[in-house]
């Protein structure tokens, strides 16, 4: 069935580090593909999509490319901050089919 | 302001006693759904509602009940709740039901079920 799978974490780097949190999805048809983000005792925001192969999406120095041949939606930041602190979610939407399916987030520690 | 709200925000129960948490939106928005977090799983979709009385089974629809009589609306409905029910419960909506619409989520609401 479609699923997504994203690495487990938590995630700890120090500031300023590179950050990379793995996506890959299982999907029968063609996907539009999600990064939420869940800070402390909030709900989801997105933070970036992409709908098609190739596309890029970013947003707040936040980058992911939508590969078909991989199927993977890889998370990368080339310089995370103490407030990147958070948890991370990978998602996907198939057309037609109105059902979303979330990955198990990964949380990222961010220290000074 | 453009908001999901979502009530009561923390509720503790016990097995068998009906509840109901409230989702409401001001944005006009056709799609509506509900999920439950819980730890390792992510979060995994109950049920949404593409419009005005016009819902469907997510993944884990079993021992919940949702209706939308009004667009703005789509109460969860717990008519026997169990202690696997336990979870934190989120309510999102979006502009329309198509697949690359941004959903927009409420706050969340904590459940306990002794």
């Known amino acids: 069935g479609d699923s997504v799978t994203q690495m487990e974490g938590p995630v700890t780097l120090s500031e300023e580090a590179f950050l990379t949190i793995n996506c890959t999805y299982t999907a029968t048809g063609y996907p539009s593909l999600f990064w939420y983000v869940q800070y402390p005792g909030e709900g989801l925001q997105l933070l970036l999509k992409?709908?098609?192969?190739?596309d890029k999406g970013s947003n707040k120095g936040f980058e992911a490319t939508y590969r078909k041949e991989t199927t993977s939606f890889h998370l990368e930041k080339g310089s995370v901050q103490v407030s990147d602190s958070a948890v991370y979610f990978c998602a996907l939407s198939l057309r037609g089919f109105n059902k979303f399916y979330f990955g198990s987030g990964t949380k990222l520690n961010v220290k000074p | 302001e453009a908001q999901v709200t979502q009530n009561p925000r923390y509720l503790i129960t016990v097995t068998g006693k009906k509840l109901t948490v409230t989702c409401s939106q001001n944005?006009?928005?056709?799609?509506m759904s509900w999920y439950r977090q819980d730890p390792g799983l992510g979060l995994r979709q109950i049920y949404y509602s593409m419009n005005v009385e016009v819902t469907d089974k997510g993944d884990v629809p079993e021992g919940y009940k949702v209706s939308r009589k009004e667009k703005r609306n789509f109460p969860l409905i717990l008519e026997s709740p169990s202690p696997n029910q336990t979870s934190l419960y989120f309510c999102?909506?979006?502009?329309?039901?198509?697949?690359?619409?941004?959903?927009?989520f409420g706050p969340g609401t904590r459940l306990t079920v002794l």
């Open positions: 944005m006009n928005h056709e799609y």
């Open positions: 992409a709908t098609k192969a190739d």
């Open positions: 999102a909506s979006s502009p329309t039901s198509g697949r690359s619409d941004t959903q927009y």
